[in-house]
């Protein structure tokens, strides 16, 4: 058994990782997606030159298709400030277009264009990889252990919001 004591340290673990003890799954939850964040922010940056913000609206604008900027930070959660910023980096880089709606005068479509396709199919791939990489220690039957997990926290935590 670990210790909960904040003394405790495993190696590449933040130092709270146990602070409240070992029935606080959700604040390990919490950590270890900050960690994610983080590690993916780095990889996007070194690898293709993309910011995590720009991954997201490239990845939700391919998926979806063309789509408004609504679109995505309802798809994403992502607000319109980041969508922005992220937009005046990618259109540069011919990755995304923005388009007049004809059915709507003051409202703008959003696409990807052929590289921006072709760039998200590669860091698709890369990411799987490293996920792949991330995960090679733990057996299947625990991965479908711990999605099916976290996905009934979603649930709980999407019911509450509900009411």
């Known amino acids: 058994m670990r210790s909960a004591t904040w003394q405790h340290t495993d190696m590449g673990l933040p130092k709270v990782w146990y602070l409240f003890g070992e ?16 590690q993916t922010q780095r990889l996007l940056m070194e690898q293709f030159a993309l910011s995590l913000a720009e991954w997201r609206l490239l990845a939700i604008a391919c998926a979806m298709g063309p789509c408004t900027a609504s679109d995505i930070g309802g798809a994403g959660g992502i607000d319109r400030a980041e969508i922005s910023r992220a937009l005046r980096k990618l259109e540069p880089k011919g990755l995304l277009v923005r388009e007049a709606d004809p059915n709507h005068g003051k409202r703008l479509i959003i696409s ?13 791939a890369e990411r799987r990889r490293h996920f792949r ?31």
């Open 133 to 163: 990489e991330l995960m090679r220690d733990i057996p299947s039957e625990e991965r479908a252990v711990l999605d099916n997990a976290i996905t009934e926290m979603a649930r709980a935590i999407g019911d509450d919001q509900a009411d």
């Open 112 to 124: 990807a264009t052929p590289a921006g396709v072709e760039l998200r199919a590669r860091v698709v």
């Open 23 to 38: 029935d606080h799954l959700p604040y390990r939850i919490l950590l270890l997606a900050r960690m994610l964040e983080r």
